[in-house]
Nanobody, 124 residues
Framework: VQLQASGGGLVQAGGSLRLSCAAFGRTFSIDHMGWFRQAPGKEREFVAAIRWSAGNTYYADSMKGRFTISRDNAKNMVWLQMNSLNPDDTAVYYC??????????????????WGQGTQVTVSS
């Protein structure tokens, strides 16, 4: 499975962005997909996840109510709608896919495939 993330950019605080992740290859093998982010000098952080077939969604507590993950299986696409952005949301955002559920959606080590990342910068 290959993943390609896009949609990042520069936005003012309070603004919105929609990130996209296109999946290619053996997408039938995906169990769930997630978004993570990594700010300079910080560890990679879980943002949200979605089960590929059922569509169940999971969020980091700090993202609930501001971010929405969605997917379209027919188009092999996952999106992350981000609203009410603030400078603390500045990071490189990565999409990831897991072939199996391994007990958690929020640990990056449980994902098998990663996209290249897209930069999100929120100015104050």
């Amino acid at each position: 499975v290959q993943l390609q993330a896009s949609g990042g950019g520069l936005v003012q605080a309070g603004g919105s962005l929609r990130l996209s992740c296109a999946a290619f290859g053996r997408t039938f093998s995906i169990d769930h997909m997630g978004w993570f982010r990594q700010a300079p000098g910080k560890e990679r952080e879980f943002v949200a996840a979605i089960r590929w077939s059922a569509g169940n969604t999971y969020y980091a507590d700090s993202m609930k109510g501001r971010f929405t993950i969605s997917r379209d299986n027919a188009k092999n696409m996952v999106w992350l709608q981000m609203n009410s952005l603030n400078p603390d949301d500045t990071a490189v955002y990565y999409c990831a896919a897991a072939a199996f559920y391994r007990g958690t959606y929020s640990y990056s080590g449980k994902y098998d495939f990663w996209g290249q990342g897209t930069q999100v910068t929120v100015s104050s």
